[in-house]
Nanobody
Framework: QVQLVESGGGSVQAGGSLKLSCAASGYFYSSSCMGWFRQAPGKEREGVAAIYRSTGSTYYVHSVVGRFTISRDNAESTLYLQMNSLKPEDTAMYYC????????????????????WGQGTQVTVSS
């Protein structure tokens, strides 16, 4: 059974930092790609960052490059998203998701490729 549980969201002022965590079930070692997505009110869900298990390669949407860092801890079966220099436009519900079987598209950070999702954690950045 695939289970993902996010935590670490909250409210912060612009310029601040937050670190999101995603605790994964026992399948963690089989996941080929894990990612973070976000959805702001009235907007579509967008891919933010992803990490490819076999190479450790990371991928980011342009708007977060240099500010966000995705990482995974295999020992703790946890995915992280370190978010620095936060902006009001980063306000959204953040979700972690995973692909088990490698489809070669981790780099795309596309919703359609990720079948397993967590319930989300809210991030609010005030100006």
């Amino acid at each position: 059974q695939v289970q993902l549980v996010e935590s670490g969201g909250g409210s912060v002022q612009a310029g601040g930092s937050l670190k999101l965590s995603c605790a994964a079930s026992g399948y963690f070692y089989s996941s080929s790609c894990m990612g973070w997505f976000r959805q702001a009110p009235g907007k579509e869900r967008e891919g933010v960052a992803a990490i490819y298990r076999s190479t450790g390669s990371t991928y980011y949407v342009h708007s977060v490059v240099g500010r966000f860092t995705i990482s995974r801890d295999n020992a703790e079966s946890t995915l992280y998203l370190q978010m620095n220099s936060l902006k009001p436009e980063d306000t959204a519900m953040y979700y972690c998701a995973t692909i088990l079987k490698d489809n070669g598209r981790c780099w795309a950070i596309s919703m359609a490729d990720f079948p397993y999702w967590g319930q989300g954690t809210q991030v609010t950045v005030s100006s």
